[in-house]
Antibody
Framework: EVQLVESGGVVVQPGGSLRLSCAASGFTFDDYAMHWVRQAPGKGLEWVSLISWDGGSTYYADSVKGRFTISRDNSKNSLYLQMNSLRAEDTALYYC????????????WGQGTLVTVSS | QSALTQPASVSGSPGQSITISCTGTSSDVGGYNYVSWYQQHPGKAPKLMIYDVSNRPSGVSNRFSGSKSGNTASLTISGLQAEDEADYYCSSYTSIYVFGTGTKVTVL
């Protein structure tokens, strides 16, 4: 069974930094691209970032480009999101998601970790 | 990277069919057959329902179907059931991903 478990969400001050983690199990981690998607309280989904299976290619939404860095450690079956220069508008539930394996879809999602940016 | 446009809400009675639209541009929905749909119940993670416009992943009910015409994709739920009450999001891949604004489906 595919499992994705996010961690690292806390309350952080504007301008601060945070690293989120996602522990994956139940599938061959290094066969799949991985995503981060966020959802502000009471709002819709916003795609944040994508990393290829080998970490060689990364992509970002304009809203986080230059501030967030996605990475992965295939030896630890783990995905990361380094978040710098945090703003109030980054407050959201951050989901880790696995590429679906069919085409260009997000096939499985974790339960999310909450990041709150507030002074 | 503007969000795709969906109606805020759609409702129907049990057994009826409803359709949710997802409107983009020729640079996203209209330019690629990489539209997917996600169902999200309150407090839960999203679940993939449709990929590549009209394909259902294993385990998804055949009451869910997808289509596309021009810059607008659609998700149809037939034989509406109480358990279908949820938020639904479309998404398009264009070298990056963009989600729709979301639609709340209410079963009357």
């Amino acid at each position: 069974e595919v499992q994705l478990v996010e961690s690292g969400g806390v309350v952080v001050q504007p301008g601060g930094s945070l690293r989120l983690s996602c522990a994956a199990s139940g599938f061959t981690f290094d066969d799949y691209a991985m995503h981060w998607v966020r959802q502000a309280p009471g709002k819709g989904l916003e795609w944040v970032s994508l990393i290829s299976w080998d970490g060689g290619s990364t992509y970002y939404a304009d809203s986080v480009k230059g501030r967030f860095t996605i990475s992965r450690d295939n030896s630890k079956n783990s995905l990361y999101l380094q978040m710098n220069s945090l703003r109030a508008e980054d407050t959201a539930l951050y989901y880790c998601a696995k590429d679906g394996g069919y085409s260009y879809e997000l096939g499985y999602w974790g339960q999310g970790t909450l990041v709150t940016v507030s002074s | 990277q503007s969000a795709l446009t969906q109606p805020a809400s759609v409702s129907g009675s049990p057994g009826q069919s409803i359709t949710i639209s997802c409107t983009g541009t020729s640079s996203d929905v209209g330019g690629y057959n990489y539209v997917s749909w996600y169902q999200q119940h309150p407090g839960k993670a999203p679940k993939l329902m449709i990929y590549d416009v009209s394909n259902r992943p294993s385990g998804v009910s055949n009451r869910f179907s997808g289509s596309k015409s021009g810059n607008t994709a659609s998700l149809t739920i037939s034989g509406l059931q109480a358990e279908d009450e949820a938020d639904y999001y479309c998404s398009s891949y264009t070298s990056i991903y963009v989600f729709g604004t979301g639609t709340k489906v209410t079963v009357l």
